[in-house]
């Protein structure tokens, strides 16, 4: 009796349990990731069975990163079938330079806990620098609620014609212009726009910091000198201003990792202006 139970133990086991094969690599890997740097991540889950489901990944808090974006995609090829999660965070780290853990990802899936490899990345801490602080304490905050306005009884009839005008509208407008309209260089613009009030040194910092920020969300991972041709091949309305987005890289990396300013109230102003015809490009169809 007890031989037939065990058997059957072992048939249950092997009928219902999943052989999962995994893999996590880090795309853009470099030696020495700095402050404000994107690490961009890639799982794989490969199965046998084909996915009914998409496979959700644990999102706990990060000490250190932040999960700024991810995009999944599921490929068949020769009966096997591949889950591909890619994951962007951005580092937000103050410590010596070391060598550190990246977060363990868990995927849930038809009741099954997927564990992904353990991976880690090294981190350069860099020169000391005001921009340091700002950058932790200013760029992609959460925003607070708004406050909530009531509104009259008396107001009700010119809500629900405004509301029946923007469906309207809605309706008949593409979701890319959408896009466009609230584009990482549009909102870059009116943080700068608010910042220049003052046309103070803090104020000037913290705004090359959210215009550099925003080209790196433009182009998916962090711009530079040694990439700026792929920047304006994958973005090609902006080859117009070529030469002036390679002055912006070469002089903001400058004072991003390291101590310099090159601040005056015209530079300033320069910055401003760059960044309303950034928008101005980013809207175009």
């Known amino acids: ?158 809500i629900i014609i405004l509301s029946i005008i923007v469906i309207l509208i809605y309706k008949n407008i593409d979701i890319p212009f959408l896009r466009r309209m609230n584009g990482p260089f549009a909102k870059a613009h009116k943080k700068i726009k608010i910042l220049i009030k003052k046309k103070e040194k803090d104020n000037y910092i913290e705004s090359i910091l959210i215009l550099t920020n925003a080209f790196n969300k433009t182009f998916d991972k962090n711009i530079n000198i040694s990439n700026l041709n792929e920047f304006i091949e994958k973005n090609i309305n902006y080859q117009l201003i070529k030469d002036e987005i390679k002055i912006f890289v070469e002089v903001s990396s400058a004072e991003i990792y390291s101590s310099k300013t090159y601040f005056t109230k015209n530079r300033f102003i320069d910055i401003y202006n760059f960044s309303k015809l950034l928008r101005a490009i980013e809207r175009k169809i």
């Open 1 to 158: 009796m007890k031989n037939i139970f065990f058997l059957f133990l072992l048939f249950h086991t092997l009928a219902f349990s999943k052989d999962y094969k995994t893999e996590t690599n880090i795309v853009n890997l470099t030696y020495g990731f700095q402050l404000g740097d994107l690490i961009v991540i890639e799982d794989k889950i490969i199965s046998d069975e084909k996915f009914i489901k998409v496979p959700k990944l644990e999102n706990k808090k990060i000490k250190n990163l932040r999960l700024t974006k991810q995009s999944y995609k599921i490929i068949e090829d020769e009966g096997k079938y591949t889950f591909t999660n890619k994951i962007i965070y951005q580092i937000f780290q103050k410590t010596n330079n070391g060598n550190f853990e990246l977060p363990v990802h868990k995927y849930i899936f038809n009741n099954d806990n997927i564990v992904m490899p353990e991976k880690k990345y090294w981190f350069t801490k860099i020169a000391d620098s005001p921009l340091n602080n700002i950058l932790l304490n200013s760029i992609d905050q959460k925003k607070p609620t708004q406050i909530e306005i009531s509104y009259q009884l008396s107001y009700l009839l010119s």
